[in-house]
């Protein structure tokens, strides 16, 4: 297993006047604080020993019903709360995927680059990878093609991030989107499509999710309270249509931890239930967050010698750059210097092969930050590249 150069690097950050770009937190100052500790008062008053008590495995009705109507809604599906299984984090759920999927040594499908976190819990369970190529529209379906034409055995299943992608703030394009599911279909090959961040869409439209086209083959969908409630509740949630991957889940689950914790649950839908006081709560992460990458790419465009090239991501929480000819873990090391910090791009290459890239993350830090940071970083890149 590999140490995450992430959760070591929020050692750095605790710092007070180092300037992270490298965390993937939300912005502490947007908890709904006050919000949570009424609807705590009110499930406490309301369901007493209930919400303290043990639960079932797959969640507490009342937010298995929330995530399908909410899933149903906004991606197209028909989910029914039985297709739901609650988990802690969606970081569980990619674990008991590759728990009940992978055998040792079996393939895996990972966009190159891909999220750190997922790369984590498939080494686990010592999973090989095969990558496919990606560009501003996300996977390249041609890529995609070759690799399982290629693949010596059928790979288990590929891990998608289709939605401003962690690390890339990159979106598989509509017009791909239909085609990465034929593809898969075609190969017998089941598809995670990982989504945490579709909510945080600062422009244009939703995109259909992969899981809402019809298909024979096993889609599995993920997605979390962290992004838009809090990542301290760990309420997430897998979604599939594939009864008996469901019921695995479901074992897998209960050997795992028996249930996530009912509380957090019962205060989670509390919350979302009211649902004007929610959804103003996602529109107000929506645009602080739509102006923080503004200012960010801004500050980029104002600053950056020509050898840094960067994108202007729709959504989410992060933004891809990459330096011409420089190592930037060498540039980690001058930054933390001047302290600020960022998550070089190698590890998010399974064959960590790929050494120029750099996620920058714009939803922790407020605007002044945001500028002195990549003023500071420019002049860490100028330094090493002079
Ligand atoms: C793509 C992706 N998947 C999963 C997770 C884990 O989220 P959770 O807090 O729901 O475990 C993250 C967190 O940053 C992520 O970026």
């Given at each position: ?243 008996e991957v469901r019921e695995k889940l479901v074992l897998a689950k209960q050997g795992a931890d028996l249930q996530s914790g009912t509380l957090a649950q019962y205060v989670f839908a509390r919350y979302v239930g009211k649902n004007e006081a929610f959804e103003e709560h996602v529109a107000t992460i929506v645009r602080v967050y739509r102006e923080r990458r503004n200012v960010m790419h801004a500050a980029l465009q104002a600053h950056m010698p020509a050898q840094v090239h960067f994108n202007r991501p729709e959504g989410g929480m992060f933004l891809w750059a990459t330096v011409d000819g420089v190592d930037t873990e060498e ?56």
């Amino acid at each position: 297993m590999r140490a995450s150069t992430i959760r070591e690097m929020l050692r750095v950050t605790q710092q007070p006047d180092v300037i992270s770009f490298g965390g993937g937190l939300p912005a502490p100052e947007l908890f709904p604080i006050d919000e949570i500790a009424t609807c705590t008062r009110e499930v406490m008053d309301e369901y007493g020993p209930q919400a303290l008590q043990y639960s079932v495995t797959s969640g507490i009705p009342e937010m298995r019903e929330w995530v399908a109507r909410r899933l149903d809604a906004h991606l197209g599906t028909s989910f029914e709360p039985d297709d739901v299984l609650i988990v802690n984090g969606s970081q569980q759920g990619l674990d008991l995927i590759a728990r009940i999927f992978l055998d040792p040594g079996d393939q895996v499908v990972l966009e190159n680059p891909s999220y750190l976190g997922a790369i984590q819990a498939f080494d686990a369970y010592q999973a090989r990878y095969l990558t496919v190529e990606t560009d501003e529209g996300g996977v390249v379906p041609e890529s995609l093609e070759r690799v399982l034409a290629r693949a010596e055995s059928r790979p288990k299943f590929v891990y998608l991030v289709p939605n401003f992608q962690n690390p890339t703030g990159r979106t598989l394009a509509a017009e791909r989107r239909e085609a990465v599911v034929r593809i898969c279909e075609r190969y017998g090959v089941a598809i995670v499509e990982d989504d945490p961040y579709g909510e945080l869409r600062f422009e244009g439209d939703h995109l259909r999710a992969l899981v809402s086209y019809k298909t024979t083959e096993t889609i599995l969908y993920s997605g979390t309270g962290s992004k838009i409630m809090a990542p301290g509740m760990r309420v997430a949630w897998l979604a599939t249509y594939d009864r008996e991957v469901r019921e695995k889940l479901v074992l897998a689950k209960q050997g795992a931890d028996l249930q996530s914790g009912t509380l957090a649950q019962y205060v989670f839908a509390r919350y979302v239930g009211k649902n004007e006081a929610f959804e103003e709560h996602v529109a107000t992460i929506v645009r602080v967050y739509r102006e923080r990458r503004n200012v960010m790419h801004a500050a980029l465009q104002a600053h950056m010698p020509a050898q840094v090239h960067f994108n202007r991501p729709e959504g989410g929480m992060f933004l891809w750059a990459t330096v011409d000819g420089v190592d930037t873990e060498e540039l980690l090391k001058l930054s933390t210097a001047q302290k600020v910090v960022f998550v070089p791009g190698r590890s998010f290459y399974p064959q960590r092969d790929i050494t120029n890239g750099m996620r920058l993350n714009f939803s922790n830090a407020g605007e002044e930050k945001i500028r002195q940071g990549i003023e500071r970083l420019s002049d860490s890149i100028r330094t090493l590249l002079s």
